[in-house]
């Protein structure tokens, strides 16, 4: 049985003060949550909310990792870094990633591949434009996305890393997948991971997220479908009654 994982990707929101407001609201609320909840905040929180979550049950996740230990890389964060200050999930490959700050599939391989051997669980992204989309390529793009992400991964790291399927037209557009188009193109990763992998694995191991503004309004009949297991949210995770509503939904 797949347990539901809801993470919530802040992006560049919240201060150190809105941080403590946020999650002083959020933790009674989901406090006897059944799914798995993640809050993936800027680098800027990860001590505060590490520091204000500790003892319950939410889990700290960052929103990038480098591939490198250390070096010259101005801007960028290590995996040390990151569990230095408690982080257990990381984002990697968000379209916002690859759209704004070149992110390829390559260099999503190189932070997976770095994020596993240092003991971070990766969240991967992956997901088509509306131009590939409307040119046929849902398929296409998601087998080419999900193979080069698992680039020389073990098959015993699927149940160490959660792939979210994230519609790049659906990302803060207020659009949303139905619920039949985003299960049966969350198949298509799954599938994919049963060709590289094994049919067991796919089915048992690996979590698979929608990540296309999943809501207190579309959760749960996008939670009823069985290929979906949970969310990667990022508007509704801003607001602790709408993200503990989508965590209920995932319970």
């Not at 406090?31 to 990860?46: G, R």
């Not at 996305?145 to 803060?172: H, M, N, S």
């Amino acid at each position: 049985m797949r347990r539901p994982i809801i993470a919530g990707n802040w992006k560049m929101n919240n201060t150190k003060q809105q941080t403590k407001e946020l999650l002083t609201d959020l933790i009674p609320l989901v406090a006897d949550a059944e799914a798995e909840v993640v809050i993936c905040v800027p680098y800027t929180s990860l001590w505060q909310a590490g520091d204000m979550i500790r003892g319950t049950n939410i889990k700290l996740g960052a929103e990038n990792v480098h591939w490198a230990d250390k070096g010259a890389f101005t801007g960028e964060i290590s995996a040390d870094m990151l569990l230095e200050q408690g982080v257990e999930y990381v984002v990697i490959g968000h379209s916002e990633r690859r759209q704004y700050f070149g992110e390829t599939d390559q260099t999503v391989n190189a932070r997976v591949k770095t994020a596993l051997a240092k003991g971070l669980k990766p969240i991967i992204c992956v997901g088509e434009t509306l131009e590939e989309r409307e040119g046929g390529k849902v398929e296409e793009v998601l087998v080419r996305q999900t193979t080069e992400a698992l680039k020389d991964v073990d098959k015993d790291a699927l149940d160490k890393l959660v792939i979210a399927y994230e519609p790049v037209w659906a990302i803060g557009t207020g659009k949303t997948a139905t619920a039949q188009d985003a299960n049966d193109t969350i198949a298509i990763i799954r599938d994919t991971v049963a060709k590289l992998y094994c049919e067991k694995c796919a089915q048992e191991k690996l979590r698979i997220q929608y990540g296309g503004s999943m809501n207190p309004k579309n959760a749960k009949e996008l939670m009823a479908m069985p290929q979906i297991d949970g969310g990667l949210i990022g508007g509704a995770s801003l607001k602790a009654a709408d993200f503990s509503q989508v965590v209920k939904y995932n319970g």
